[in-house]
């Protein structure tokens, strides 16, 4: 048998020799360099094979410098420099051989040092934006372009799932209502806001105590919601509304809890708004004393569920008291709103900031014409929480004493002095008589 040898690298001897030459080595004989030239390939190949995994792994079907780094660290051997760039080599031939060299570019300092100097990087900056605003994304840049596809394409979209085999498309579910409950509500709308007086008063009593109401409740809600603003003027339609959202909440059939975020902002504009009538002279002050206690009501009943619920709603009325730049009849509601909260709540936020009131009161009550009117009906209120506060602390000091609470009752009796010279003989018919004397 006659054995053939053949030359199958893909590097051939002669580069072998000539990067021996470059290195300082001569005189490498054909033999050495040729199995010098298959190891080189083997070593080649290894690397390659560990490269291509690399890229498979990173889920790409191109090969980067980085896949040859990360398995020449894979086989403990120092990683390339010089090659990371995303611009293709420029390979030049050296006349008369076949060497290939990278065509450099060579710089000239003369040129770097007058070249223009770089603009400074701006600093880094952010900005604040809303990605959706009650479910809606607005169109500004900062958001992603919403893509809304042509009609045309949702069609023939439909019509292919409708084509598949066993597909059904199942229309958007809807709230429906049967037609008694449709009837029922119209009926009842039409008569709050009606004018005879017979069919809403029916028509509340049936709001109130109907456990059937409860899957008409987000209507009912909705319904409170939108009159008041369509109506916030028309005081008839106001009260008959406070009437609906009472009734709601005396129902103890319904579960009421999740609706009280949309029911508290149209109770509160009847509790502190600036104009709920036509004409100032109508009596819109028994609406706002009507907003008050339902106000109340909703405090004394999901207060315990809601810890946050009590301190918001007397922070937004304490605001409204205050509010030098308020009208008179917000001020007013924003005490009788404190008063139903509670003599602690009148304690705490109304007596501390009397004396501070009344100077800027002082000047409308001395007024004539509506004005002093107002200023009238906000000092009758704030006499009506001052002594109704100090009636409960005094009638119930025993009490309070025995539950811990003294210190609550002298503070409360401190400020009889000061409530004296400010009301005077108008803050003692809210005293009991008999336990004045030995409580002060």
């Known amino acids: 048998f006659v054995l053939f040898q053949m030359n199958t690298s893909v590097v051939p001897k002669e580069t072998l020799k000539i990067i ?37 792994h990173s889920k790409r079907a191109r090969m980067t410098t980085e896949d040859v780094n990360d398995a020449l660290r894979l086989r403990n051997v120092e990683p390339l420099y010089g090659y990371a760039s995303k611009n293709p080599l420029n390979f030049r031939r050296v006349a008369g051989t076949d060497l290939f060299y990278v065509d450099d570019r060579e710089y000239d300092f003369k ?13 880094v900056t952010f900005t604040a934006h809303w990605l959706a605003v009650e ?41 429906t209502l049967s037609s008694e409950l449709q009837l029922y509500y119209n009926t009842t709308t039409n008569a709050i806001m009606g004018e005879n007086k017979q069919l809403q008063d029916a028509a509340l009593q049936s709001l109130q105590n109907d456990p059937g109401v409860q899957q008409l409740l987000p209507y009912l809600v909705q319904f409170v919601e939108d009159k008041v ?26 579960h009421i809890e999740p609706y009280l975020h949309q029911m508290m902002p149209p109770v509160m504009t009847c509790l502190v708004g600036k104009k709920l009538c036509g004409k100032p002279t109508e009596d819109h002050w028994t609406l706002r004393d ?3 206690a339902i106000v109340a ?12 619920l009590k301190p918001r709603i007397s922070k937004t009325l304490l605001h409204a008291f205050l509010d030098s730049s308020k009208p008179l009849c917000t001020h007013y509601g924003g005490i009788v709103g404190l008063h139903a909260l509670g003599p602690y709540s009148v304690k705490a936020l109304v007596l501390p900031n009397i ?19 107002d200023a009238r009906k906000c000092y009758d209120a704030l006499l009506s929480a001052a002594g109704s506060c100090l009636h409960y602390f005094v009638s119930n000091a025993p009490k309070v004493q025995e539950a811990g609470e003294a210190p609550s009752l002298s503070t409360s009796i401190e400020y009889y002095d000061e409530l004296y010279s400010i009301f005077g003989e108008g803050l003692m018919s809210y005293l009991p008589q ?3 004397a030995p409580a002060i």
């Open 355 to 373: 004396s501070a009131y009344m100077k800027l009161l002082q000047p409308a009550l001395d007024a004539e014409g509506q004005r002093g009117f």
């Open 297 to 308: 009501l909703i405090c004394s009943k999901y207060s315990g569920a809601y810890t946050n």
């Open 229 to 254: 603003i369509l109506n916030i003027r028309k005081l008839p339609v106001l009260t008959s509304l406070m009437k609906t959202v009472k009734a709601l909440l005396e129902n103890q059939r319904i």
């Open 20 to 56: 021996a030459e470059s290195v300082g080595v001569t005189n490498i004989s054909d033999e050495l360099a040729q199995k010098m030239a298959s190891d080189v390939e083997y070593r080649i190949r290894e690397v390659a094979s560990e490269a291509i995994k690399f890229m498979n």
């Open 111 to 123: 040129e770097i040092l007058n070249a223009p100097l770089a603009k400074c990087p701006r600093d």
């Open 434 to 436: 008999q336990d004045l």
């Open 290 to 292: 009507r907003s008050a």
């Open 135 to 175: 479910g809606v994304q607005p169109a500004i840049p900062q958001n992603p372009p919403v893509v809304v596809e042509p009609e045309e394409v949702l069609q023939e979209h439909q019509k292919a799932t409708l084509e598949l085999p066993g597909a059904v498309v199942k229309n958007i579910v809807k709230h």
